[in-house]
């Protein structure tokens, strides 16, 4: 009969892989369910790929998965690390070996396994994570059996990298080896060599296998490599991305079309308010009039400048952005400020008029000859005949 303390270690022993409770993949049924455990792979990245153990592959179901279909990923346990960034992805090896290519097919940026910013309950059994959909893409070709890879980069923690696999088949019955070729009408072979085009799986907190590449510090949220996005990507929450470190390739932009990782798609900071600078617009001279709104009687009018003479004006202050762009004031035509926009505007000699703009701006052109604008009317006055043109 064993003793007492042989069982108290044997018991301890059961509960090892439940020590540190993080989450395994539950659906689909992931290959070796028996003896998987909620660990990241090994730091030296020695039981890459899925976790490398006794029993690894023994297939307890086949998960059925027909082209365009959702599909569901949930998982068991309780210690999700404030979420991070998952992949989904597929080799056509079954089983898979350290050489295995794995395409990406899905990237999930932030709150995978869970949103919830720290863990979910302390149930290592629980189901407190969330639930996420993919589909396998027509890029896929079916009749076929693959190796589904889940991976994950934990926000908050030792950097590390957490990798289940499944045993999944894609029936035949749910894709057509012909398409409608838009261009020539005609049907046409399915082109399956875009499965090659998809990028390849990230890789990194696993040593040499993941080439000497590292996630960014606890509490970062690791912006993959644009080589390993991909396309189809679901973003959640604002978090800025930071770039892993090491030896990972790529560049780092938006992924998916996204947000880059300096500038998350929601919710950006916006630039702070500038205070409005507006002013009377640039005068071609050096004489300059105050601007208190003027009557029609007393326009401001300044002196075009002579051919010879340099014009001393400084540069118009920007204007907010949401107001329209001040007209360009040209040198030699008169110009002034007034009170009313779009009401008619003459100078008080009456050689010329024009008309007030949203700036509060007038560029006066002269008045036809033979008439003179009438600035207590606002008119055009034929000097002749008393005819009276309104401006």
């Known amino acids: 009969m064993p003793s007492t303390k042989s069982s108290l270690a044997a018991f301890l022993l059961a509960l090892a892989p439940l020590a540190s409770a993080h989450v395994l993949l539950e659906t689909p049924v992931p290959y070796g369910a028996a003896t998987l455990n909620t660990n990241p792979l090994l730091e030296d990245g020695s039981d890459y790929p899925c976790k490398q153990r006794e029993g690894v592959y023994a297939v307890t179901k086949v998960n059925v998965m027909p082209i365009g279909q959702p599909q569901t990923i949930s998982f068991q346990g309780q210690a999700t690390h404030g979420g991070g960034a998952c992949q989904v992805s597929l080799t056509t090896d079954t089983p898979p070996t350290k050489d295995s290519v794995f395409k990406v097919i899905k990237t999930i940026v932030g709150g995978c396994p869970s949103t919830n910013p720290g863990n979910v309950g302390t149930d290592p059994f629980g189901h407190g994570a969330d639930k996420f959909q993919f589909s396998i893409p027509d890029t896929i070709p079916a009749g076929k059996?693959?190796?589904?890879?889940w991976t994950w980069f934990n926000k908050i923690g030792n950097r590390e990298m957490y990798m289940n696999c499944a045993p999944i088949t894609v029936p035949a019955s749910s894709?057509?080896?012909f398409v409608q070729d838009a261009a020539s009408d005609t049907l046409k072979e399915?082109?399956?060599?875009a499965m090659s085009a998809l990028p390849d799986m990230f890789r990194a907190n696993i040593g040499s296998m993941g080439n000497g590449c590292s996630t960014p510090t606890s509490g970062s949220l690791v912006a993959i490599p644009n080589d390993n996005v991909g396309t189809n990507v679901q973003i959640i929450g604002t978090e800025a991305?930071?770039?892993?470190v090491g030896s990972c390739g790529g560049t780092y932009g938006a992924p998916g079309g996204a947000p880059s990782p300096d500038a998350p798609k929601s919710n950006p900071q916006p630039a702070a308010p500038v205070e409005s600078t507006t002013a009377a617009p640039v005068q071609p001279t050096t004489t300059t009039v105050s601007p208190p709104p003027v009557s029609i009687s007393t326009v401001p009018i300044v002196t075009p400048v002579p051919p010879s003479q340099p014009s001393t004006a400084a540069p118009v202050p920007a204007k907010p952005s949401t107001a329209p762009a001040a007209p360009p004031v040209i040198p030699g035509l008169l110009t002034g400020t007034c009170s009313t926009p779009?009401?008619?505007v003459c100078s008080p000699d009456g050689t010329a008029w024009g008309?007030?703009?949203?700036?509060?701006t007038v560029i006066f052109q002269k008045a036809p000859i033979g008439t003179k604008c009438?600035?207590?009317l606002g008119t055009l006055v034929h000097t002749k005949r008393s005819r009276v043109f309104i401006a």
């Open 355 to 360: 008309t007030c703009d949203e700036h509060n």
């Open 175 to 177: 894709q057509r080896r």
């Open 342 to 344: 779009g009401k008619s």
């Open 374 to 376: 009438d600035p207590t």
């Open 145 to 149: 059996n693959y190796t589904m890879a």
């Open 241 to 244: 991305l930071i770039p892993p």
């Open 190 to 193: 399915r082109d399956f060599s």
